[in-house]
């Protein structure tokens, strides 16, 4: 008997739940798509910025300004937050294209400062351990990091672009956009959407670790790591904000220990 109302609520449950904004084959696209988007804003962003900074761009080829503005510090900076006010809104457009709620489809919204908490404590033990490594196997994840430092004409326009905006957009189309569209594929039922969240999970994490070229293979593990508990602070948290949140966190980090050496 228990177990005919436990069935009984499991499918009210999924019937109250609105149908998926994207269909199996939609979010398949739509992941290719945005992958696709990601690489062309940030190019699209150094060519528009590099014509903006680089001396004597009048005369220079295009692939001449994808060259010295990939190298460019300032025309980095400036590409990342072009990239990220294009990708906005194509997220934006697309969602609202399927008749979706931004808000609503991107979990944008408040969190429990207990789960903000114990997210914060997880991501710390993280940081240690992969400190730990980092010391271990002499690695250096951040080398990519000098040219960009040496050339900006202002580190701080550099650490905003690497420590809060890069995040943010990265967090909308990772843990956001793509992250819904593929555990929706699985709300269908009540008991599925614990494997939603595992399948959306590791799909993203993985496409979001490869997508970090400028890194090597030690440097992509430890980002898949990373990727997942973003995704498991969106899981427990219900919200968006907290893996934005936490990413800013560990890019701050990252970026305060890199300028305490390199001072």
Request: net charge neutral.
């Amino acid at each position: 008997m228990l177990k005919d109302v436990t069935a009984s609520h499991n499918l009210t449950t999924a019937a109250n739940k609105p149908p998926p904004l994207f269909s199996r084959l939609g979010a398949f696209l739509l992941t290719i798509g945005m992958v696709l988007a990601f690489f062309i804003s940030q190019l699209l962003g150094v060519y528009i910025a590099g014509t903006l900074v680089l001396p004597a761009h009048k005369t220079s080829t295009a692939s001449d300004i994808f060259f010295f503005g990939s190298n460019d510090g300032t025309v980095v900076s400036l590409s990342i937050m072009i990239g990220c006010v294009l990708l906005v809104a194509i997220s934006v457009l697309v969602i609202r294209l399927r008749g979706g709620r931004v808000r609503q489809y991107l979990a944008l919204k408040p969190f429990s400062f207990a789960v903000g908490m114990g997210m914060f404590g997880l991501l710390l033990l993280f940081m240690i351990i992969s400190q730990a490594l980092t010391y271990w196997f002499d690695e250096t994840p951040l080398v990519f990091v000098d040219p960009l430092y040496q050339s900006v004409s202002s580190v701080w326009l550099l650490v905003v672009a690497m420590v809060i905006v890069a995040p943010l957009y990265e967090e909308l189309i990772f843990r956001g956009v793509l992250w819904s569209a593929i555990a929706e594929q699985y709300t269908a039922q009540a008991a599925s959407e614990h494997r939603g969240a595992i399948v959306a999970s590791l799909v993203t994490s993985l496409i979001f670790a490869v997508i970090h070229v400028q890194y090597g293979i030690y440097e992509v593990s430890t980002i898949v790591v990373l990727a997942l508990i973003f995704c498991y602070a969106r899981v427990k948290s219900g919200s968006l904000l907290l893996p934005m949140l936490l990413h800013v966190i560990n890019n701050g980090a990252a970026m305060w220990q890199y300028l305490a050496q390199a001072a």
